[in-house]
């Protein structure tokens, strides 16, 4: 017997037992089974009994009901079939009630089709006339198709006759719609029967040859020779004289179902005893073959190796503490001892072969050398490069290639001669215009000697080495990282700018999928971007730069930008990715934007901070520009004359640089909002042109304006400041020559120029608006309010300029396509103001502020222009003064807060309720607030802002006083910013 028959037998004697208790178990679970099946079979039956005797119970309460009712006790028939028509709403659908007469005929019913009915035939019925008990008649048929199960009862008269009674038919399809049919397993069988074995019901049903329902057969008709009479359905009856009804029940229960899954669970067992049967017999097997039969064929295979003459085969076991792997290591010492004397016996016949078949097949140029360098053999091959037409042998080698004494060929010749080593190079030899491979191996005779021809493959290597070590030094020296993939996304390159950009060395990256040097949630994006394109789709992404996150060796993720060229090799397809580390410029960006934030933020708290300061720096400036204008008055014809107009020009220009700085601050805090209407262009360009062409003409400059007929859209007062401060540019910046204010219609906009033949500027300038370009008067602060209005109004502007040659400054503002009425000329206005400033028109003009110097200026410059003055400090002392007066004022200029918490408007209003409603009023302000210009607007009045100038407030008095109610209406200083 075998070492694996022997293991298998304890493995058989253990499991036996299992076998046994399994067996067992089987037996005992199928005779429980049986038990069961028959105690679920009567428990069944003994629902089904109770479930029909609640339902047998309300048809009785339902005929007692009715035979207590007036109508039938009465005999009243129409009262019955009313009260039946009244009640067949709440009976079920299968039971129908009917009342008879002692004979049987039915006189009224839940259904008007039985009323006349003749049930005296009934004998089962109509037995009910003799006993006050609630009898179960039989089986009847109703009509063509329907069946029923008859109950009765009798009733009596109000006499205490009985009179008939009441039959209630139930509808046998009822038993089909039970609970106690519907709701049995689908291997339990019911057939209920009446007295006469009729059957009323039966689950399932099965239809007989003729196709006809079991129910309406007889018990006796159904056992017909196709049933088996050794049914394996387990049955619990009730017979007719148990059960209250009278009703004979059957309740079988087909115990092949359980069988089934006795028989299932058996075959379980069997499979689970015979798999674990059959794991044991294979763990013995395996265990068997493992340590028993593979050392024995080991050593077996080895043995016949060796008699086959194959001494380096081994027994290998792994095992070496066993029997097995003793026995084995003597084996393998044995062989290792033939096969060290097998070896020495074949050296020389082997060495011989080779010999011999490479002298005899090799393509190479052979030759032989014996110690005294000469040539000892030579082979065609080697002839045939050399000199195929001389007989080289016994020649030495350097005369039959002299070129190579001295060189290289030499020197590696005498090397492995006198080293006993092999030697490799290549040489070229100009005599030939050949480069040979030379190969040489030191023999116990000499040298043997092999070249071949290798000039063509040469002169390629040394283009693709120069080709490639150009290309090499272009990646190797490369600032950017360039990763080149396959198709399938492999890594075949990597550059030593990668290198540093991700932490990985050539060796180890190369291989993998590009996917490593990407963060997890991206990997998914680029396989679907590579099968994307191999299959034709979104090929935008060759050629095109990206930014995404790049994922360092250390597993860190860094910002870079990625651009991808194709190329291909053959028929392969590869790719290139140029990688740049932006992280420095990410962080270069994010601390440019803080310092802008910063920046802004200053620029704000500092624009906020000239806001709130404007009524203060406004004050004093006024005070000047008022006395120095006043002063200038007063030294007409006197020498002083000329340094009093250098004082105006100063406070001029200081007035002018406090405008444009507050301008900016309230612009750059935010606090101008532009109120968008639609007015001719010519109204705005007419004023300002009238309102400068004086200042020019007194510099020597021609000021000229073309009128236009159109409607523009756009914040007058806002639009006007602008024009204003591209008209003091240009008067700054143009000593002699002309300006021209003009318009120009474009697509859907109005181009309002202002050309001037001034000094011109750089275009650097003209983009910033920054300072003027000569370094003279001004700081350009007036251009900087226009680049910020414009932008506010959302008008663009453009400069046209070249130092020299003048400038060209055009605001484009939205055109609106409805022509003006012409307006009358420049000139017209001009002279309409002249017929106006008649001395002996001068009016009596009201001032009220509560700084005394700025009151007092005020005050000389107006009796400086030939007005009567009523100056005041308060609103009472101002009423005071007009009310003792005896000429109503023309004009009321008052400062916006007085002494004593009072306002400009409300001393205006004082003094009209006791001069009269009709006298104009302005209101000067340091202050530029939203609300406060809302207010002072909505209450009709003037509004200047501080400083203003004694021109502009000469102009401005000039049309309220003298100018009368139709010049007042041309736009003043209404502005939020100042003129």
């Known amino acids: 017997m075998s070492l694996l028959s022997r293991l298998f037998i304890p493995v058989l004697v253990a499991i036996l037992p299992a076998i046994g208790f399994g067996i067992f178990d089987e037996f005992d679970a199928r005779s429980t089974a049986g038990a069961n099946v028959r105690a679920e079979a009567a428990q069944l039956r003994d629902t089904i009994q109770a479930e029909q005797a609640r339902v047998f119970d309300g048809i009785r309460q339902t005929a007692l009901l009715v035979a207590a009712s007036a109508a039938v006790r009465d005999g009243d028939s129409h009262g019955c079939q009313a009260f039946l028509d009244r009640s067949a709403a709440a009976l079920p659908r299968e039971q129908i009630i009917s009342v008879t007469d002692r004979v049987g005929t039915v006189v009224c019913s839940s259904r008007p089709d039985q009323v006349g009915r003749p049930l005296g035939s009934r004998f089962d019925l109509m037995a009910a006339l003799k006993t006050d008990r609630f009898l179960v008649g039989d089986y009847i048929r109703m009509g063509a198709s329907g069946a029923a199960l008859p109950f009765a009862v009798r009733y009596q008269g109000s006499d205490g006759q009985v009179r008939g009674i009441v039959a209630v038919m139930l509808d046998v399809a009822w038993w089909k719609t039970d609970r106690s049919f519907t709701g049995l397993p689908e291997n339990v069988s019911l057939t209920v029967a009446d007295r006469t074995g009729t059957i009323l019901a039966r689950r399932p049903d099965p239809a007989d040859q003729a196709g006809r329902s079991a129910v309406g057969r007889t018990l006796e008709n159904l056992a017909a020779p196709g049933v088996p009479a050794d049914s394996p359905v387990v049955q619990a009856t009730v017979q007719p004289s148990a059960s209250p009804q009278g009703l004979f029940i059957v309740v079988g229960i087909d ?82 001892a033939l096969e060290r004397r097998e070896k020495e016996r074949g050296v020389v016949d ?230 740049r580390d932006v992280t420095v410029r990410h962080e270069a960006d994010a601390v440019v934007k803080a310092a802008g934030a910063e920046a802004e933020q200053a620029v704000l708290s500092k624009s906020r901070l000239l806001a709130a300061a404007s009524h203060d720096l406004r004050q004093p400036v006024q005070s000047l520009l008022f006395l120095s204008a006043a002063l200038a008055d007063g030294l007409r014809g006197h020498p002083m004359l000329p340094l ?75 639009l006007e400041t602008i024009l204003r401060n591209l008209i003091e540019n240009a008067l700054r910046h143009t000593t002699q020559g002309r300006i021209l204010i003009g318009c120009r219609r474009m697509s859907g906009t109005l181009r309002i120029d202002v050309m001037d033949t001034g000094i011109g500027t750089t275009p650097g300038w003209s983009d910033s608006f920054a300072q003027c370009p000569d370094g003279g008067e001004g700081m350009g602060l007036g251009m900087a309010v226009v680049r910020r209005l414009a932008a506010l109004l959302g008008h663009r502007i453009t400069v046209e300029s070249a130092p020299g040659h003048g400038s060209r400054v055009s605001v484009e503002v939205p055109l609106v396509d409805l022509p003006c009425p012409k307006r009358s000329t420049t000139e017209e206005v001009a002279a309409a103001a002249e017929e106006r400033h008649d001395p002996d028109t001068r009016g ?104 203003v100038a004694a021109n502009d407030l000469h102009r401005i008095v000039l049309e309220y006083v003298e100018g009368g109610a139709e010049a007042r209406q041309i736009p003043t200083s209404t502005a939020a910013l100042t003129m």
């Not at 110690?371 to 042998?393: E, T, Y």
């Not at 040469?458 to 020296?477: G, K, L, Y």
């Not at 007005?867 to 400062?895: F, H, N």
């Not at 409603?917 to 909505?938: F, H, M, N, Q, W």
Request: proline content about 4%; hydrophobic content about 45%; overall charge negative.
């Open 255 to 336: 115990p092949r179902d359980i069988q089934r899954g006795l028989d299932s669970a058996t075959l379980r067992r069997v499979l689970f005893l015979t798999g674990g049967l059959a794991a044991a017999l294979l763990a013995a097997a395996f265990l068997g073959q493992r340590f028993i039969r593979r050392p024995v064929s080991a050593l077996v295979e080895a043995s016949a190796r060796w008699g086959a003459g194959d001494y380096r085969a081994r027994v290998g076991l792994s095992d070496d503490r066993s029997e097995f792997g003793v026995l084995a290591r003597a084996f393998d010492a044995m062989a290792e």
């Open 350 to 579: 082997d060495t011989a072969r080779k010999m011999a078949a490479v002298l005899e097949s090799s393509t190479d140029g052979i030759c032989e050398i014996d110690r005294d360098w000469c040539i000892s053999f030579m082979n065609g091959r080697a002839r045939a490069i050399v000199d195929p037409d001389r007989d080289m042998i016994g020649i030495p080698l350097f005369e039959v290639f002299p070129e190579a004494a001295g060189g290289l060929v030499q020197r590696e010749c005498e090397r492995a001669m006198a080293e006993r080593v092999p030697v490799s190079f290549e040489e070229y030899f100009g005599v030939h215009d050949r480069w040979l491979s030379i190969r040489a191996f030191p023999t116990s005779d000499g040298l043997m000697i092999c070249f071949q021809d290798v000039t063509e493959g040469r002169r390629a290597d040394q283009h693709s080495a120069w080709a490639e070590a150009h290309n090499r030094a272009i990646v190797s020296t490369a600032p950017d990282g360039m990763v080149v993939i396959d198709e399938r996304g492999v890594i075949q390159s990597f550059n030593p700018a990668a290198e540093r950009l991700f932490g990985y060395q050539s060796g180890e990256i190369v291989g993998c999928n590009v996917t490593v040097l990407m963060p997890e949630r991206d990997r998914a994006v680029h396989d679907g971007y590579i099968w994307n394109y191999r299959h034709g789709a979104d090929r935008n992404v060759i050629g095109k730069g990206r930014k995404l996150e790049g994922r360092r060796k250390d597993g860190s993720t860094f910002p870079l930008e990625l651009s991808v060229a194709e190329w291909k090799d053959g028929c392969r397809r590869f790719f290139t990715g140029f990688m």
């Open 644 to 718: 009093a107009g250098s004082i105006d020009q100063a406070t001029d220009a200081l007035k002018r640089l406090l405008d444009g700085l507050l301008d900016i601050s309230r612009l750059d805090a935010a606090a101008v909002t532009p109120r968008i209407t639609v007015f001719p262009a010519d109204t705005l360009v007419g004023k300002v042109s009238a309102e400068y062409g004086q200042r020019a003409e007194r510099q020597g400059v021609s000021l000229r304006t073309v009128g236009c007929s159109m409607r523009i859209a756009s914040d007058p007062a806002l």
């Open 844 to 947: 009596l003009v009201v001032i009220l502020d509560d700084e005394a110097i700025i009151l007092m200026g005020l005050r000389v410059l107006l009796e400086s222009w030939g007005y009567q003055v009523i100056s005041a400090m308060s609103l009472d002392e101002a009423v005071q003064q007009v009310a003792d007066g005896t000429r109503s004022p023309d004009l009321i200029v008052a400062d916006y807060r007085l002494a004593d918490g009072n306002t400009g408007p409300e001393a205006i209003d004082a003094i009209r309720e006791i001069a009269g409603p009709g006298i104009p009023g302005i209101v000067l302000t340091g202050d530029t607030a939203p609300g406060i210009l809302e207010r002072v607007g909505r209450r009709g009045f003037g509004i200047l802002h501080k400083p």
